[in-house]
């Protein structure tokens, strides 16, 4: 069933290093799987998606998960001026709302993006250079962001060429976090 799939390994493994209980948005969030696990962990999730049927799974999940549907390439941002303590992307790119999404995170918050990567049109979908990230783009992308890990490479299980990065925008008030460099 949509929704009740595992998280992504990266969204698990630096999910918690999300402020507790600070706000988080899922942007092209399908049925869930992210909003459902930040939200069992604490965080009010604001999910956001363009299919019908993804808003109503995810707005199912109840308290504490608000489920906005929205067309976010071709009408206006829903949350102007919002930021968040969290925001999770998984398997979804569209380069013009990049900077929309760097701005949706608050002094101090956390990004985790992971989507495919250019090599991934040799075996599979998505294959139009559109939908893949060029090496380093998240790099670039971030720059001027406290980046806690990137990775640009293959996996398996499905097998996949990804981009992924979590990053930390510094908040000029306050001391950077204390997240160790555990490898």
Known sequence: MHGTE????????FGPLITPGGAVLDVASGH????R????RGHPVTAIDRDPAAVASVAALGTGVRAIEADIENGAWPLPGDTFAGLVVTNYLWRPLLPTLLASVAPGGLLIYETFGTDHAAIGRPSRP???LQPGELLRVCAGWRVLAYEDGFLDGPPRFVQRIAARREDPAQPSPAEGRRL
């Open 130 to 132: 559109d939908f893949l």
């Open 37 to 40: 696990w930040l939200a069992a």
């Open 32 to 35: 869930g799987r992210h909003s």
């Open 6 to 13: 595992a998280p992504s390994a990266w969204v698990q493994r």
